[in-house]
Every structure is written in C-alpha cells, then in structure tokens.
C-alpha cells in the first residue's frame, strides 16, 4: 500500500519557520516527480512548489518564491519543505503529492498520489 505521511505542520508566529516532512512507504519514489499543494479554510487547493526526480530542478508559486525551500533525500524515500518568513497568508493544510513521471507541473492532474496533509497556522 502506498503511503505519503507528512509531518512537521504546527502553530507558529508570522516571520517563524517550519520544516514539513512527506516520508513516501509502499514503494519507492526515488524517478518521480514529487509537490507541496496547500489549502486554506474556504479556497481551493494551490499549487506551492514542485521538484523533479533528481532534486535539480525546483519550481515554485510566486507567493512562497525565496522565502520556500523544497528538497529531497532520495534514499530515505522523504521530501522537505523549508518555511522561512512564514507570513499569516501562509495558513493551510500542506498536501504532499507524487506525479507518474520524473517531472510534473503545477496542475493537481499531474500528481496520482497524495498524503493527508498536515496543518500549519501562522499567527499575525
């Protein structure tokens, strides 16, 4: 059974960091593209940041760009995400997600696995 558990998700104040974790079980994803989605209360869920199968290639949405770090320790089967300057806009469920292929765009289409999401909430 495939599994993506994240973790690291908490309450913390505007200009704080926190580092969410996304370990994949089931199966390796060590050739997949993997994301960060988000959703916060009343919207849809956006697109935060993608990396492609090696860890070379990042991409990110403009509201988090230079402020996010997205990164990945293949062997351990896990991805990060680093959140500096975290701002009250930030507030979310954080969604981890697998694609297919070695690299995936923004679009939720592209990705065919997803974790639970875990909750971070940023304080003004």
């Known amino acids: 059974q495939v599994q993506l558990v994240e973790s690291g998700g908490g309450l913390v104040q505007a200009g704080g960091s926190l580092r969410l974790s996304c370990a994949a079980s089931?199966?390796?994803?060590?050739?997949?593209?993997m994301a960060w989605f988000r959703q916060a209360p009343g919207k849809d869920r956006e697109f935060v940041a993608t990396?492609?199968?090696?860890?070379?290639?990042?991409s990110y949405a403009d509201s988090v760009k230079g402020r996010f770090t997205f990164s990945r320790d293949i062997p351990k089967n896990t991805v990060y995400l680093q959140m500096n300057s975290l701002k009250f806009e930030d507030t979310a469920v954080y969604y981890c997600?697998?694609?297919?292929?070695?690299?995936?765009?923004?679009?939720?289409?592209?990705?065919?696995?997803w974790g639970q999401g875990t909750q971070v909430t940023v304080s003004s």
């Open positions: 997600a697998a694609a297919r292929s070695v690299v995936a765009g923004t679009s939720q289409d592209d990705y065919a696995y």
């Open positions: 089931g199966r390796t994803f060590s050739r997949n593209a």
């Open positions: 990396i492609n199968w090696s860890g070379g290639t990042t």
